[in-house]
């Protein structure tokens, strides 16, 4: 694994520096938070761990390790199917939806609170306490959202660095 840790150690930073914009003041949206960011990285990891895995075991005994799991005989033909649906379309789909709701969620909610609060002081003299309660929950969700982006880097590129130890395993 550790000839993989540069990759691993960009692409964390990368993902976390990106993730950050969605708080930092006069950016405060992150291009994770647009389907095509995320959905680059994933496709970026995904041809990765199919090439190393392709380059590690030979084309033919890499996609028989990655579909054919160990199992009795009779079940093969409805494993077969779910698994190449989980390992080949599934997991670059989930990598990269995963990054982008995350983001693009957190995005909408700090947008809900902040405007919510602009829209209640400018509506009635009498809200103007509770639009100063939705701004204390836009600091407090901005919180929220740091712990989030961290989370969301974490677990981009420990899914990656888990489909690539997959790809190099002899067995399932």
């Known amino acids: 694994g550790v000839r993989f840790a540069p990759y691993f150690t960009t692409l964390f930073c990368f993902i976390l520096l ?12 992150s291009p994770n938070s647009h389907i095509a960011f995320p959905a680059f990285l994933a496709v970026i990891s995904y041809v990765m761990f199919n090439f190393i895995g392709i380059r590690h075991h030979g084309f033919v005994k890499y996609f028989k390790n990655s579909l054919i799991p160990p199992a009795p005989w009779y079940i ?7 698994e ?3 390992t080949f379309l599934v997991r670059p789909f989930s990598l990269a939806v995963r990054l982008f709701a995350n983001m693009f969620a957190g995005h909408m909610l700090l947008l809900v609170f902040t405007l919510g609060g602009f829209a209640m002081i400018s ?20 919180f929220l959202e740091f712990l989030v982006i961290c989370l ?7 899914l990656t660095a888990s ?7 002899d067995e399932h």
């Open 18 to 29: 990106t993730n950050a914009f969605a708080i930092i003041p006069f950016f405060q949206i």
């Open 76 to 82: 093969l033909p409805l494993l077969i199917p779910i």
């Open 84 to 86: 190449f649906f989980s």
């Open 123 to 142: 509506a009635n003299v009498w809200l103007a306490p509770v639009s100063v309660l939705s701004w204390v929950m836009t600091i407090a969700l901005t």
């Open 152 to 158: 969301q880097a974490y677990v981009f590129t420990v």
């Open 163 to 169: 489909y690539v130890q997959g790809a190099l395993a």
